[in-house]
């Protein structure tokens, strides 16, 4: 999930079956979620934009892919100068189709903070990367979705955004809650047009990400409740399939 710019492109769309000629734009391509997303809709026949700001990571990714016989390409950005991510999607559109498919997987690395020590330029910051990115990525690529009947927009993101602990809160929730909010909305205006849109949220750490690595070797890490990037993965494919519900949490709550 992640975020200077570069000008190249990918599409795709969603499908019960094997689809060729779409494309997914990968926002937050990582080493966690963002890779596992690619590699998913990449199997199934998706052609795939990688967007994130780490160029080599990026070209890497893109050349993996590659490897195992999926259309990839690189689109280095950072995701909050907005203007370079318009950009990297009208380049992406260019060079690989139409954008069937958005993923927004960017996550922030800002501190957890406690609720009362939140200052409100620390949520402003929050939200260029969680909800000003994510709304100006949704506006670039939205019109031709209506236009052609037909597209997917996912997001997943920490389950902060619906309840957040004291200790887990900070910044950030704030921000994905706005951003869920809007989301949800979303949803609800433009399936007549066509367009699923759908959040997963995750409630655990993401084992393979660029979090995990930095948290895994902490005291009491092992207690941490872990969960497969893959598996992520397979239920955003699976919403975005069935487009039957807005939002879903993983691992699902305890009854």
């Known amino acids: ?58 070209r890497q990714m893109a ?35 139409p954008i069937d498919v958005l993923y927004l997987g960017a996550t922030s690395d800002a501190p957890h903070t406690p609720p009362s020590q939140v200052e409100a330029a620390d949520v402003a910051r929050a939200a260029i990367l969680n909800t000003w ?26 389950a902060s955004a619906i309840a957040a602990p004291p200790a887990m809160s900070g910044a950030v929730a704030p921000a994905l809650a ?9 949803h609800d205006e433009v399936a007549a047009d066509g367009v699923y849109v759908g959040a997963l949220f995750v409630a655990a750490m993401i084992e393979g990400s660029a979090a995990w690595e930095q948290v895994r070797r902490m005291p009491g890490a092992e207690s941490f409740p872990r969960v497969r990037a893959e598996d992520l993965a397979d239920r955003l494919w699976d919403m975005a399939s069935a487009r039957d519900v807005f939002e879903a949490v993983l691992p699902a709550p305890r009854a």
């Open 178 to 186: 706005a951003t869920r909010n809007w989301l949800q909305s979303l």
């Open 63 to 97: 050349e993996e892919l590659r490897a195992q016989g999926i259309t990839a390409s690189a689109f280095p950005v950072d995701l909050t100068d907005l203007d370079a991510m318009r950009a990297a999607l009208a380049g992406a559109e260019q060079q690989l189709g």
């Open 133 to 158: 990115a994510p709304i100006e990525a949704v506006r670039a690529v939205l019109p031709g979705m209506r236009e052609r009947g037909r597209g997917t927009i996912l997001m997943a993101n920490a």
């Open 1 to 58: 999930m992640d975020i200077k710019t570069s000008s190249t492109s990918m599409r795709l769309d969603i499908g019960m079956s094997k689809t060729t000629g779409r494309t997914i734009a990968v926002l937050g391509a990582g080493p966690g979620l963002g890779g596992a997303v690619a590699r998913r809709f990449g199997a199934e026949g998706y052609s795939v934009a990688l967007m994130a700001r780490r160029p080599e990571q990026l």
